[in-house]
């Protein structure tokens, strides 16, 4: 079966290089296509067999799968592109939050679904969120989840809860990461440690803590309470931390939604127009 990919930037290069590197995908069965053509020229000529296409009819004629890798507000265009060459045994996939599954079945003839995906499937690792239109049948969500298996752990979610799952697979990564690069100035700063020596102390810590999470079979209580003494070094910097972030994780959480509904409105306005 082929599959197309329609964009392909910071996201979408992830998700293809992931799933040919892995070996999910043969080369010779992905067709991608981005608004500027050089871009998915140079991605393609990493592949051999791989086919970079000019236009976003191409990407989609004849894939059983088609992955929509492109921002919320371009989603109307492309589809307007696309919808007259579609079959309806073809699967939509888009990879953005804010657009609706009804908004797809509205005006799509086809089958749809939604594939959330995080940095961390580079490295085929964490998650990837699976949510399904009513058109989709279970050989269909077999087929999409045997495909993301390759490079992530599917989960199946339910589309109310997108937001917040995708904040802790696909936003966590990132937090994480700015959350430990304040460790990392820090530790230089105020010790004189090498920048790359602690960046790598700290990257390989965080590996470790995230294999004692799923691997380890420890919970983040159990954790905490096997590395701090009570009264002990780290005891005390725990407290800290207690105060410092009290309630500052529901605070990023109210504005990743707020933001989510900001982006929701607008997509909903760009496909409230008449057929």
């Known amino acids: 079966m082929n599959i197309g990919f329609i964009g392909t ?21 992905m067709i991608i296509t981005n608004r500027t053509y050089a871009k998915a020229e140079r991605l393609a000529a990493r592949y051999p067999g791989m086919q970079a296409v000019r236009s976003n ?19 109307k265009t492309v589809i307007d592109e696309i919808r007259a060459s ?13 657009v609706l599954l009804a908004h797809l079945e509205e005006w799509l003839p086809c089958k749809v679904a939604k594939v959330i995906p ?3 499937n580079r490295v085929w690792s964490g998650a990837s969120l699976c949510i399904y239109g009513t ?39 990132a937090f994480m990461a ?30 470790g ?24 070094i780290t005891d005390a910097a725990l407290k800290l931390l207690r105060v410092e972030l009290d309630d500052v994780f529901r605070r990023v959480i109210r504005t990743t939604h707020a933001k989510f509904q ?11 127009v008449k057929r």
Do not use: W
Request: hydrophobic share 40%; charged share 20%.
């Open 9 to 29: 930037g910071s996201m979408g290069s992830t998700l293809v290089e992931a799933l040919a590197d892995s070996g999910a995908l043969s080369p010779e069965q």
């Open 118 to 120: 995080s940095i961390t």
């Open 262 to 272: 900001e982006d929701l409105e607008k997509v909903d306005q760009s496909f409230t």
């Open 135 to 173: 058109r989709i049948e279970p050989a269909d969500m077999h087929t999409i989840e045997d495909l993301m298996s390759h490079i992530s752990s599917p989960l199946r979610i339910e589309e109310r809860y997108t937001r917040v799952v995708s904040d802790l697979s696909s936003c966590g990564p």
């Open 86 to 98: 579609l079959q309806p045994e073809q699967v939509i996939i888009s990879i953005t939050s804010p």
């Open 178 to 207: 700015f959350l430990l690069q304040q460790f990392i100035e820090a530790a230089a700063d105020e010790t004189g440690i090498d920048r790359d020596n602690a960046s790598r102390l700290a990257a390989n810590m965080l590996l």
């Open 57 to 75: 009819t191409e990407a989609a004629a004849g894939c059983g799968l088609i992955f929509l890798c492109i921002k919320p507000l371009e989603f």
């Open 209 to 232: 803590t995230g294999l004692l999470l799923t691997e380890g079979g420890m919970t983040t209580e159990d954790l905490q309470q096997r590395v701090a003494v009570p009264g002990g």
